[in-house]
């Protein structure tokens, strides 16, 4: 709401400065030099059109972005013309994409790993199934409490997560282990 494109009143008090610096007469001053180097790189060839927008979390950003998109697509013709969106909020909305992600894709390979070398542990699909079961409740205990207070996924709160995880997979590992080596004692009594 409190910003537009360049109007033609305002066109028209900029154009002077996006003039070429090649001629005499279009020469910007030095005193105007940097008034179209915040926005045009010296060979008029990148614009940047700078916008604040408030720190809105992960998913308002994508659903602005995904607004905003469309509107910049009928402005600048993505045949002609290529825009990227860059700032603070975009590297931070794309990196906490990238943690919740790889997040889910390394707690895939930790489940896996864990029923593999249970697996060759005991041999035993049964003693997988009980030694995943430990690893994967205190997770869904953690997601459950932070989804009824309302904890948005972050890269703060993803790191909650992989300590779970870690600690319940430590947990079994030694528990199960254990249990592993009282089998044999009793076996050989």
Known sequence: EK????????????????????GEDNKISENNKDVSGGFLDPDKRYVRISLQVADLGTKPMEKLLSDIQPRVDQIFDPADYEVIFTGSNITYLKGTNYLVKNLFISLLI??????????FLFRS???????L?????????TGGIMGW?????????????????GISIDDTI????????????????
């Open 3 to 22: 910003y537009s494109l360049i109007s033609g009143r305002e066109r028209s008090f900029i154009a002077p400065y996006l003039k070429s610096r090649e």
């Open 125 to 131: 699909t049964r003693m997988v199934l009980i030694s």
């Open 149 to 165: 207070f309302g904890v948005p996924l972050k890269p703060s709160t993803i790191l909650v997560f992989s300590i779970a995880f």
């Open 110 to 119: 930790a489940i896996g790993l864990i029923a593999v070398l249970m697996a």
């Open 133 to 141: 079961i430990p690893n994967i409740l205190p997770l869904v205990f």
């Open 174 to 189: 030694h528990y199960l282990a254990k249990f592993r080596q009282e089998l044999h004692v009793l076996h050989h009594r």
